[in-house]
């Protein structure tokens, strides 16, 4: 058991997103502003990424739960995404990848 982490994320149909802390099994927050189900999340250490059925990517900051960027273009609903230092990663149901660049699109 002391291997367990303290908080968790999870994403829902219900639109939102919500952070999780595991020993209490109580939910600290919940993000909301996706308009659709939250298919796909993935986070760093600084940030949370969300994708959802209505072809939206955004980025969140975690600690405050504001979406800092909403990012427009899927033509499909958005059913992968990744991150990485510089740029986020998203997938949608028509088989386009994006990339999105911290430098520039973010």
Not at 7 to 16: A, M, P
Request: include cysteine; aromatic fraction near 8%; charge should be negative.
């Amino acid at each position: 058991m002391d291997d367990l982490p303290e908080y968790i994320l999870s994403s829902s149909l219900d639109n939102t997103i919500k952070l999780w802390h595991v020993p209490s099994a109580t939910c600290q927050k919940t993000l909301f502003g996706h308009v659709e189900g939250v298919w796909n999340i993935a986070a760093d250490s600084l940030r949370l990424i969300s994708g959802s059925h209505d072809r939206l990517v955004k980025v969140w900051d975690v600690e405050s739960g504001k979406c800092e960027h909403t990012l427009v273009g899927h033509g499909g609903a958005v059913t992968c995404v990744g991150v990485s230092e510089e740029r986020v990663f998203s997938g949608d149901e028509d088989g386009e990848v994006r990339v999105w660049d911290f430098g520039s699109s973010v």
